[in-house]
């Protein structure tokens, strides 16, 4: 067998090359869309087209600099101002210069000589978490989202709060958790996982604002122990994705605390904002959670995938797993905060400490409370804008970058006119915005991801879906 093949894909020189070209192509990319120099956010193809299209493209030889092209430019184009949609940061480039180091390095991190430099740092990075936060005897971790996140925080909960040993002996009673209604649906599918069923997922209503109702709190937790179940937590979200709106941390930690039930805080998008002091008092009551999760590929500007997963006592990070694996380390009893398989999902676990160090290294800290003040005063300002338009509506005051709102018509379904809007702005691919559905209604919903998405943006993304709407009108 020939070693030449396998010498030419692991040549530096030839690295060197490619890796300058694709540096080229991102700079330009980063020139064409950060400040707006290209038209479109999204050419849109069906999925069924954009299968053919690559699989007639592999067919053919190209080099690898046509490929890296290919890739941007059928992309979603995330580090434009006009992208207005999901909540996914536009990479700030030196965390995607860490996220290509720790690539090519591949360190495992599944126990400390795995990763030695990128665990040091994670432990640097789980400090500075604590310390905006609050927690005195904080701990934790970095894991693959917020999904991961989420569900290895309620594991450690039910690990800490049930009766039962689960982990080791298996559910002998029913468990359940209380979160509001309009929670991410990451929660409930992690209480799935945890086998509590759809009976042990306890969904508080909320109010006209979107907040979970916690004066009901005491009448849901004592129906559902009248069933037979063992409440062992209870969530807040910190904002809810649909509307961007946080629930009222304190009043959730009080039932917690009288119930001596486990409290958790799904953050995942706005935990960031306990950077900022503009807006840190939306998080008043965090530093009193048990657990809380932070996404730092949403609102702290890292490339995928990057979140935080922080415990107020440095003891419950460690009580999720328990389960031995003597090959990789010698002394499962110990501590081991190095070792940091003994407290994740994954053994295998990427580098994500570099995504985050790389942005306090080049700008300190401060770099994430003017990312999060700007977007969260973006989205208020949009907020503003639309209830000055005759022909719009809102559907609540934004409090972060999360705005729902709608075309009003007296012509036509208002829902079906509006979802009409949202499809024909994706086909257009001038924005990219998303839709949602609040109690039955379907609004037009913008995440202001990007902060150098301007005022003068907000009124062409306005005037863009007043014309859509009267074309569709017109011909309706």
């Not at 894909?9 to 980063?30: H, P």
Request: glycine share 6%; net charge negative; charged share 25%.
């Amino acid at each position: 067998m020939s070693t030449s093949l396998l010498k030419k894909a692991y040549d530096s020189s030839l690295f060197k090359k490619e890796g300058t070209d694709l540096v080229n192509q991102i700079s330009q990319y980063l020139s064409d869309t950060t400040f707006g120099k290209s038209e479109k956010v999204i050419t849109w193809t069906t999925p069924e087209d954009e299968y053919h299209f690559w699989k007639e493209y592999i067919s053919d030889t190209h080099t690898t600099s046509d490929f890296f092209k290919t890739v941007i430019a059928r992309s979603i184009h995330t580090h434009h101002p006009k992208y207005i949609g999901h909540q996914v940061a536009p990479t700030v480039p030196v965390s995607a210069l860490a996220t290509l180091l720790s690539a090519q390095l591949n360190n495992g991190m599944a126990v400390y000589e795995m990763g030695a430099a990128s665990t040091a740092l994670e432990r640097l990075i789980i400090e500075q978490f604590a310390k905006v936060i609050g927690f005195e005897n904080g701990d934790g971790f970095l894991t693959s989202g917020g999904t991961l996140a989420n569900l290895t925080a309620l594991l450690a909960a039910r690990r800490v709060m049930a009766k039962d040993d689960v982990w080791n002996e298996g559910h002998s009673s029913k468990l359940a958790i209380m979160v509001s209604e309009e929670a991410h649906y990451c929660v409930d599918r992690a209480a799935r996982i945890m086998g509590l069923g759809s009976d042990g997922i306890i969904k508080v209503p909320v109010d006209d604002t979107y907040k979970m109702r916690t004066e009901l709190l005491d009448s849901y937790y004592d129906s559902v122990v009248e069933k037979g179940y063992e409440v062992i937590a209870i969530v807040g979200s910190a904002p809810s994705t649909s509307t961007g709106v946080y629930d009222d941390l304190e009043e959730i930690y009080a039932f917690a605390k009288a119930k001596k039930v486990w409290f958790h805080i799904d953050a995942a998008h706005g935990g960031a904002a306990i950077f900022s002091p503009k807006y840190k008092h939306l998080l008043n009551g965090a530093d009193k959670a048990d657990s809380i999760i932070i996404d730092g590929h949403k609102m702290m500007g890292t490339s995928a995938l990057a979140t935080a997963v922080v415990f107020k006592e440095s003891t419950a990070s460690y009580a999720t797993f328990e389960q031995k694996a003597q090959y990789l380390w010698e002394k499962n009893e110990d501590a081991d905060w190095f070792n940091l398989a003994k407290r994740t999902f994954e053994c295998t676990k990427s580098m994500m400490s570099l995504r985050f160090y790389a942005i306090i290294n080049a700008y300190g800290v401060q770099f994430f409370d003017d990312f999060v003040t700007t977007l969260y005063d973006a989205g208020k300002e949009f907020g503003d804008l639309v209830k000055q338009q005759e022909d719009f509506e809102i559907a609540l005051d934004p409090v972060s970058n999360i705005v729902c709102f709608r075309y009003k018509t007296s012509t036509g379904d208002i829902n079906l006119v509006n979802q009409s809007i949202r499809k024909a702005l994706l086909e257009d691919g001038e924005f990219y915005i998303v839709g949602t559905s609040l109690r039955g209604e379907f609004y037009l919903r913008t995440t202001f991801m990007n902060p150098f998405t301007t005022r003068t943006h907000s009124l062409r993304l306005l005037n863009l879906i007043r014309e859509v709407a009267k074309a569709l009108i017109s011909v309706s």
